[in-house]
């Protein structure tokens, strides 16, 4: 099973860009990358997901090496309502079954 | 439609007593997840059901923890005999997809304190 270590905290500044990394060495062929965002007292939310290469929607951009061993989520131009703590998730779901491993969080703190 | 639903939001119980939660998922999704999550730490994956089959199950769940989809609808999770370890957040997801993980639209979970 792959096992997926993140950063346990970072500090940002409104308006700059934050990169956050997830090592996930034993990743599997068919497993995919995922981030969520977790607010306090919330289930966590969809951010974006990817395989290789690079993924980009209208909040965030997730860059996947050709090793797929790590993946760095980018959040550009942050506010203070990115506060939160965010998690990769890594693994896939067969019609016959699964695996999902989130990883620890990294508690992002945006200040002014 | 108004999102993955679960209810209690809160739930004390004492040490052995046995505790049943419910989740209503986005009602086109086929699957449905549950996680179980303690504080600072991320979600941990319990089991998963596409329509009403349950196909996958966490080593973590174990025997005393039992879940349910019937008619491939609303989902419930049953603890017995509950042990002041089962103290947590647990979250369910639902997400429609055909392959792969999907999207997975998660509630806003049920808290479980065991005194």
């Known amino acids: 099973l792959a096992k997926t270590t993140q950063p346990i905290s970072m500090d940002s500044y409104e308006g700059q860009e934050v990169n956050i990394t997830c090592s996930h060495n034993?990743?599997?062929?068919?497993?995919?990358i995922t981030w969520y965002q977790q607010f306090p007292s919330q289930g966590p939310r969809f951010i974006i997901q990817g395989y290789k290469t690079k993924v980009t929607n209208e909040v965030a951009s997730l860059f996947i090496p050709a090793d797929r061993k790590s993946s760095t989520l980018s959040l550009p131009r942050v506010s203070l309502s990115d506060t939160a703590v965010y998690y990769c998730?890594?693994?896939?779901?067969?019609?016959?079954?699964?695996?999902?491993?989130f990883g620890q969080g990294t508690e992002l703190s945006v200040k002014p | 439609d108004t999102g993955v639903s679960q209810d209690p939001r809160h739930k004390i119980t004492k040490r052995g007593q046995n505790v049943t939660f419910r989740c209503d998922p986005i009602?086109?999704?086929?699957?449905l997840y549950w996680y179980r999550q303690t504080l600072g730490q991320g979600p941990e994956f319990l089991t998963y059901?596409?329509?009403?089959?349950?196909?996958?199950k966490s080593r973590l769940l174990s025997d005393r923890f039992s879940a349910e989809r019937p008619k491939g609808s609303f989902s419930t999770l049953e603890i017995q005999r509950t042990e002041q370890g089962d103290s947590a957040m647990y979250l369910c997801?639902?997400?429609?997809?055909?392959?792969?993980?999907?999207?997975?639209?998660f509630g806003p979970g049920t808290r479980l304190t065991v005194l």
């Open positions: 059901f596409q329509n009403e089959a349950q196909l996958e």
């Open positions: 009602s086109e999704h086929n699957r």
């Open positions: 034993n990743i599997a062929t068919n497993d995919y």
């Open positions: 997801a639902s997400s429609y997809s055909r392959q792969g993980v999907g999207e997975q639209f």
């Open positions: 998730l890594v693994g896939t779901i067969y019609n016959q079954g699964g695996k999902l491993i």
